[in-house]
């Protein structure tokens, strides 16, 4: 994340810091620049002469702003604030773009007369995101806090490996430690005694659309992003694959509530298998493969019916979801406490 830091730095936040939190004086600012020149983070204000970029494939040269401000790069409260606020709003960027795309060119928005959908459903998850996501960046930034002040595993030259091979396999080697640490919380998350208070409210989505992606509790996002950022911690992991993963893993999350079942695949654990644990609660946990669902023994195939259009949408099909879906609901939650629809019955006749 430190180069992700030193990039909003240069052109965002050093004139922003320089204009709120100025130098006292000239020679408080000569100071400051004297000492960045010791500095061991990559972030710091230094002089142009010893200026150390976060990665030797990007070099930034920090502009006389980075020199201007009683809080300097390397500041830790100016970093620990940087990083709220980049984890915050990028997520928030990231959800909202791949959400909305999502929305409009992959969703199939038949899905609003499902009689399970919601009343007003985009707006209750949109808004149920936007509430998620700053709480949940108050317990992420101080782990990337903790990676930029060095005491992460990443590195930057590919060949600061552990060897060479190891800068192509970090990839599936990411993914599936992460997707084992992922089915444990999430599955842990079904615990009678943790459902109600964190995971219920990611499941008040049964037909969720992209924008239900990161409409969770914080602290259950927050729970299920730990594998994520512990990763980097216990193995070497290159700088820019950390940035790339991130981002991947953030629009994976949206493709799993797309509603459009592409992937039939009885190895990837795609927004049919996603689908089948929204509508009946109590299987595939997974976030990538159906491998841990498969050895925890709560793995379910999707319907065969999902994967055609005619077949998704019918009201047989649909039939057969709520009453499956009426009964665990009851056995998992009690009581509906959901407001469904009624559009949903008002135009169903109208798409069939």
């Known amino acids: 994340m430190d180069i992700v830091l030193e990039v909003i730095d ?21 100071a400051a620049i004297k000492d960045a020149a010791t500095s061991t983070f990559s972030s710091v204000r230094e002089m142009p002469t010893a200026y150390h970029a976060a990665s030797q494939f990007l070099q930034l040269e920090p502009s006389q702003f980075a020199y201007m401000s009683a809080w300097p790069r390397d500041c830790i409260w100016r970093q620990a604030l940087s990083l709220y606020l980049i984890t915050w709003l990028f997520g928030l ?14 969703f199939d928005h038949a899905t609003f007369t499902h009689p399970k959908y919601l009343k007003n459903q985009v707006r209750l998850e949109i808004r149920q995101s936007l509430m998620a996501l700053p709480i949940m960046a108050i317990f992420t930034a101080p782990l990337f806090l903790a990676e930029v002040r ?29 997707d084992l640490f992922v089915y444990c919380i999430h599955r842990g998350l079904h615990h009678p005694r943790i459902y109600k208070t964190l995971h219920k409210a990611h499941h008040k989505w049964i037909m969720p659309t992209p924008y239900a992606s990161h409409a969770f509790h914080p602290m259950d996002g927050f729970a299920q992003s730990v594998p994520y950022h512990v990763f980097p911690f216990l193995f070497p992991l290159q700088k820019f694959a950390y940035v790339a993963l991130f981002v991947f893993i953030n629009i994976w999350t949206v493709m799993i509530h797309d509603g459009e079942y592409v992937a039939n695949s009885p190895i990837i654990n795609g927004a049919a298998c996603h689908t ?12 990538f493969t159906t491998l841990w669902d498969r050895m925890g023994g709560s793995y379910r ?19 057969n979801q709520c009453r499956e879906m009426e ?26």
Do not use: C
């Not at 810091?17 to 004086?25: G, N």
């Open 150 to 178: 060095g005491h992460a595993k990443l590195y930057d030259s590919l060949s600061d490996a552990p060897f060479s091979a190891y800068n192509i396999l970090q990839f599936p080697f990411f993914i599936a430690f992460t």
């Open 276 to 287: 089948m644990h929204h509508l009946y609660f109590n299987y595939n946990y997974g976030q």
């Open 93 to 106: 960027v990231v959800y909202l773009v791949f959400a909305t795309l999502s929305y409009i060119f992959i």
């Open 327 to 352: 009964r665990v609901q009851k056995e998992v939650e009690g009581d509906d406490d959901r407001a469904y629809g009624e559009e949903s019955q008002r135009l169903q006749k109208k798409v069939m």
């Open 301 to 319: 195939k999707p319907n065969e019916e999902l994967f055609t259009r005619e077949s998704k949408m019918s009201k047989a099909e649909w039939k």
């Open 10 to 30: 240069t052109f965002l936040f050093d004139r922003l810091y320089a204009t709120l939190l100025p130098a006292s004086s000239v020679n408080a600012a000569k």
